[in-house]
């Protein structure tokens, strides 16, 4: 992993806010002061964006640019950012494709099977991807 990325774990919230949160994000705050670079805080859901947030209100520490992310919103922004001009497949396009697909095969169950509902084979496939290794 490179030097300026971290991953950091904690067994509860109030811990992570304690050791890692609040340390973290006052030498962010310091340091994003003279830098130019993106700093991004990666959080699981809008909730937990939203309860830090609460929290750096509440203990006074600014975010002045540091983003806080949910991976949908890093994924968006790296793909804005790397790929301006590249157009990326909506779902709703990849399940007509697949259904499509899948009709010209209808006398096999498996193609039948995706015609039919191609949402299942993509759900499948999401899972498989993000699955990660064994």
């Given amino acids: 992993m490179p030097p300026n990325i971290r991953l950091y774990s904690a067994s509860s919230f109030e811990q992570a806010w304690e050791e890692l949160l609040v340390p973290w994000f006052k030498n962010e705050v310091r340091i994003n002061c003279c830098n130019f670079l993106p700093c991004a805080a990666v959080v699981p859901s809008h909730a937990i964006t939203s309860l830090i947030k609460t929290r750096l209100i509440k203990a006074r520490l600014p975010l002045f640019g540091i983003h806080i992310w949910t991976p949908e ?43 039919a509902d191609p949402d299942q084979l993509l759900h499948a496939y999401d899972t498989l991807q993000h699955a990660g290794p064994t």
């Fill in 73 to 115: 919103e890093l994924g968006k922004y790296l793909r804005k950012s790397c790929l301006p001009n590249n157009k990326i497949a909506l779902r709703e396009d990849l399940l007509l494709l697949m259904a499509t697909a899948a009709s010209d095969f209808s006398e096999f169950p498996v193609g039948a099977a995706i015609a």
